[in-house]
């Protein structure tokens, strides 16, 4: 049994215009016990919304439209938000966000914040025996434990405070991560030493699984083993990291890897190739394919007809051309 489903999630914004903007269509997926589940697409394709789905955490004017997803079978979708921040944040499902510096209270130090996350989820634990166990978690995880827990985060290097994150995001030890885009605000010899934490923490059995979510897919290629590539609300092409970064098949998947500088063996001679146009406007109908205006070769019905992912060459894409 997959250890994580989401099937066939439709997620909306309400405006206060009542207006709704279906800013996740249809996304499915499956991902079994100790894999590493990257999804990439540019800012606005819905991937940060993606995320709170997955996690069943739905605050206005974010609403659920339909669909399901589980954890170990078990369904995270029409509980109270305070039932999904005391059983499903932390314990099931734990988020590693983007922002370091505005997920941490900047008037109180790294070990009141990190117990206020324990003691949230564990009434009536005691201060002193909390404060030893984060002691004993940031040693176990290679972080000077009583400098950086008795610090401010102003503090703390921008790379340290990201480090403080994944650290208190997996405190309660949570069957699977989503780590929405952990290094964009980072240099790479930073990202390189924050990626490498991650994949330490995995390694010792924190936790078993993980969705990596950034919008540089040459960066995928070393985290990640299954990629999906999402545009406008949807995915448009799923398969293996060497099938997706090597032979992508889908024009969006093809058209994001020529807009990207990469340091790869053979790549980084070529210059970067923007993607003429805008993404759809998600409050109006579409009625055919969502790239199809910006498609260098889409075709009368790509515009007039919706295409379905399907399979292709061993991967899933959506795309009735992509042979």
């Known amino acids: ?81 305070d039932d999904v921040r005391r059983n499903v944040l932390g314990r099931k499902v734990a988020m590693i966000p983007q922002g370091a510096f505005n997920s941490l209270n900047p008037t109180r130090k790294i070990k009141d914040l990190a117990a206020d996350m324990i003691a949230s989820h564990e009434n009536g634990a005691n201060r002193s025996e909390i404060y030893e166990r984060l002691r004993e978690r940031f040693a176990r995880i290679g972080m000077q434990a009583d400098t950086v827990l008795n610090a401010f985060p102003i503090e703390l290097t921008a790379g340290m405070r990201q480090r403080c994150v994944i650290a208190i995001s997996t405190l309660l030890d949570p069957q699977m991560v989503i780590a929405d885009e952990p290094t964009s605000a980072l240099d790479v ?87 003429e146009g805008a993404p759809p406007n998600l409050a109006l109908p579409i009625h055919g394919c969502r790239f199809a205006e910006r498609c260098p070769v889409a075709r009368a019905d790509c515009v007039s007809t919706e295409q379905e992912i399907r399979t292709v060459a061993g991967r899933e894409v959506r795309c009735a051309y992509a042979e």
């Open 1 to 81: 049994m997959p250890i994580f489903e989401v099937d066939n999630l439709h997620l909306h914004y309400l405006t206060r215009f009542k207006d709704r903007i279906h800013a996740v269509s249809g996304v499915s997926f499956a991902m079994e016990k100790g894999e590493v589940f990257g999804i990439a697409g540019e800012s606005g394709c819905g991937k940060s919304t993606l995320v709170n789905g997955c996690m069943g955490l739905f605050i206005p004017p974010l609403y659920p439209t339909s669909g399901e997803v589980r954890v170990a079978g078990e369904s995270i979708m029409g509980r109270t938000p």
């Open 189 to 275: 010899t930073t990202q390189k030493s924050v990626i490498r934490m991650i994949f330490d923490l995995l390694d010792k059995g924190i936790f078993s699984t993980m969705i990596f979510i950034t919008h540089e897919l040459p960066l995928l290629r070393h985290v990640a083993g299954r990629i999906a590539v999402m545009y406008a609300g949807q995915f448009v092409e799923v398969g293996t990291t060497e099938q997706v970064v090597f032979d992508p098949r889908h024009p969006y998947t093809q058209a994001l890897m020529g807009a990207m500088l990469s340091a790869e063996p053979g790549q980084k001679q070529k210059k970067p190739v923007a993607i």
